[in-house]
Protein backbone atom coordinates (compact mmCIF):
# COMPACT_ATOMS: atom_id res chain seq x y z
CA UNK A 1 0.00 0.00 0.00
CA UNK A 2 2.45 2.35 0.80
CA UNK A 3 5.00 0.98 -1.81
CA UNK A 4 2.00 1.71 -4.68
CA UNK A 5 1.66 5.57 -3.20
CA UNK A 6 4.83 6.65 -2.85
CA UNK A 7 5.47 5.14 -6.78
CA UNK A 8 2.15 7.06 -7.46
CA UNK A 9 3.22 10.30 -5.81
CA UNK A 10 6.92 9.88 -7.87
CA UNK A 11 5.14 9.59 -11.05
CA UNK A 12 2.09 12.13 -10.58
CA UNK A 13 5.17 14.60 -9.83
CA UNK A 14 7.29 13.93 -13.04
CA UNK A 15 4.48 13.77 -15.41
CA UNK A 16 1.41 14.68 -13.95
CA UNK A 17 -0.33 18.40 -12.88
CA UNK A 18 -0.34 20.02 -9.20
CA UNK A 19 -3.73 18.24 -8.92
CA UNK A 20 -2.37 14.92 -9.45
CA UNK A 21 0.59 15.71 -7.81
CA UNK A 22 -1.80 16.84 -4.33
CA UNK A 23 -3.98 13.91 -4.77
CA UNK A 24 -1.13 11.60 -4.68
CA UNK A 25 0.52 13.21 -1.31
CA UNK A 26 -2.95 12.73 0.00
CA UNK A 27 -3.25 9.15 -0.88
CA UNK A 28 0.36 8.54 0.80
CA UNK A 29 -0.67 10.27 3.98
CA UNK A 30 -3.56 8.50 4.18
CA UNK A 31 -1.51 5.19 3.64
CA UNK A 32 1.10 6.19 6.80
CA UNK A 33 -1.52 6.84 8.59
CA UNK A 34 -3.53 3.22 8.60
CA UNK A 35 0.23 1.77 8.93
CA UNK A 36 0.29 3.99 12.26
CA UNK A 37 3.15 6.03 11.22
CA UNK A 38 1.27 9.55 12.27
CA UNK A 39 4.76 11.78 11.60
CA UNK A 40 5.09 10.51 8.11
CA UNK A 41 1.44 11.02 7.75
CA UNK A 42 1.61 14.59 8.81
CA UNK A 43 4.34 15.38 6.22
CA UNK A 44 2.15 14.48 3.39
CA UNK A 45 -0.97 15.97 4.51
CA UNK A 46 0.94 19.32 4.86
CA UNK A 47 2.76 19.19 1.37
CA UNK A 48 -1.11 18.27 0.06
CA UNK A 49 -2.20 21.55 2.08
CA UNK A 50 0.95 23.82 1.10
CA UNK A 51 0.24 22.27 -2.90
CA UNK A 52 -3.65 23.61 -2.60
CA UNK A 53 -2.45 26.73 -1.19
CA UNK A 54 0.64 27.26 -3.62
CA UNK A 55 -2.10 26.74 -6.68
CA UNK A 56 -5.20 28.50 -5.51
CA UNK A 57 -7.06 25.44 -5.42
CA UNK A 58 -10.89 25.11 -4.71
CA UNK A 59 -13.02 24.64 -1.68
CA UNK A 60 -13.03 21.30 -2.75
CA UNK A 61 -9.38 20.19 -2.54
CA UNK A 62 -8.85 22.61 0.38
CA UNK A 63 -11.73 20.91 2.52
CA UNK A 64 -9.92 17.61 2.05
CA UNK A 65 -6.44 19.15 2.39
CA UNK A 66 -7.42 20.26 5.59
CA UNK A 67 -9.86 17.44 7.00
CA UNK A 68 -6.65 15.42 6.38
CA UNK A 69 -4.41 17.61 7.94
CA UNK A 70 -6.61 17.08 11.22
CA UNK A 71 -6.64 14.02 10.91
CA UNK A 72 -3.20 13.52 11.17
CA UNK A 73 -2.89 15.96 13.89
CA UNK A 74 -5.01 14.66 16.39
CA UNK A 75 -3.54 11.22 15.40
CA UNK A 76 -0.33 12.92 16.50
CA UNK A 77 -1.76 13.54 19.28
CA UNK A 78 -1.58 17.14 18.51
CA UNK A 79 -5.26 18.84 19.78
CA UNK A 80 -4.63 22.19 19.34
CA UNK A 81 -3.51 21.82 15.93
CA UNK A 82 -6.07 19.24 15.21
CA UNK A 83 -8.81 21.83 15.98
CA UNK A 84 -7.39 24.72 13.94
CA UNK A 85 -6.91 22.34 10.74
CA UNK A 86 -10.43 21.08 11.64
CA UNK A 87 -11.85 24.32 11.46
CA UNK A 88 -10.33 25.65 8.25
CA UNK A 89 -11.54 22.45 6.32
CA UNK A 90 -15.07 23.08 7.95
CA UNK A 91 -14.58 26.93 6.58
CA UNK A 92 -13.66 25.10 3.45
CA UNK A 93 -16.86 22.50 3.16
CA UNK A 94 -18.90 25.41 3.52
CA UNK A 95 -17.43 26.75 0.41
CA UNK A 96 -18.16 23.41 -1.73
CA UNK A 97 -20.80 23.20 -4.60
CA UNK A 98 -24.16 21.30 -3.44
CA UNK A 99 -23.55 18.70 -5.54
CA UNK A 100 -19.80 18.01 -4.93
CA UNK A 101 -20.41 17.58 -1.30
CA UNK A 102 -21.29 13.83 -1.85
CA UNK A 103 -17.55 13.19 -2.16
CA UNK A 104 -16.92 14.86 1.00
CA UNK A 105 -19.21 12.73 3.22
CA UNK A 106 -16.45 10.02 4.41
CA UNK A 107 -14.02 12.83 5.44
CA UNK A 108 -16.11 14.97 7.10
CA UNK A 109 -17.67 12.10 8.83
CA UNK A 110 -14.21 10.89 10.35
CA UNK A 111 -12.91 14.73 10.87
CA UNK A 112 -16.49 14.74 13.32
CA UNK A 113 -15.74 11.67 14.70
CA UNK A 114 -12.78 10.52 17.26
CA UNK A 115 -10.97 7.73 14.32
CA UNK A 116 -7.88 8.66 13.63
CA UNK A 117 -7.48 6.79 10.56
Known amino acids: MIDAAEIGLTYWTLAGTWLNQERAEYMLARSWLRAGEYALALGHAQRCAAICASHDAPAFEHFFAFALLGIAYRAS ?8 ARNQALAYYAQVPEDERRWCAEDLAELESGAAA
Open 77 to 84: GRHGDWQS
